[in-house]
Nanobody, 124 residues
């Protein structure tokens, strides 16, 4: 499975962006799909996850109420809708697919497949 992330760009604080991650060479069915991000000089961190199905979504506290993860299994695509963006959301955003157990949802090592990353820059 290969993942292709897109949708990043430059946006002003308070604005919105929608990231997409499309899979090829396989299917998302049954996979947990997760977005991570890596800000300059920082480690890659968990952002949001669709745990095995769209009805089980998890978010890091700092994005709750502003970001929404969704997936379309027919299109093999996962989305991250980001609203009310803040300068501290500036990072390269990566999509990942895997079959982690719930307690390992935020563990990068639990994911087998990674997209190449898409840069989100939020200006103040």
């Amino acid at each position: 499975v290969q993942l292709q992330a897109s949708g990043g760009g430059l946006v002003q604080a308070g604005g919105s962006l929608r990231l997409s991650c499309a899979a090829s060479g396989g299917t998302f069915s049954g996979y947990t799909l997760t977005w991570f991000r890596q800000a300059p000089g920082k480690e890659r961190e968990f952002v949001a996850s669709s745990f095995r199905s769209v009805s089980n979504s998890y978010y890091t506290d700092s994005v709750k109420g502003r970001f929404t993860i969704s997936r379309d299994n027919r299109k093999n695509t996962v989305y991250l809708e980001m609203n009310s963006l803040k300068p501290e959301n500036t990072a390269v955003y990566y999509c990942a697919a895997g079959r982690p157990i719930l307690s390992s949802l935020t563990d990068r090592a639990a994911y087998n497949y990674w997209g190449q990353g898409t840069l989100v820059t939020v200006s103040s």
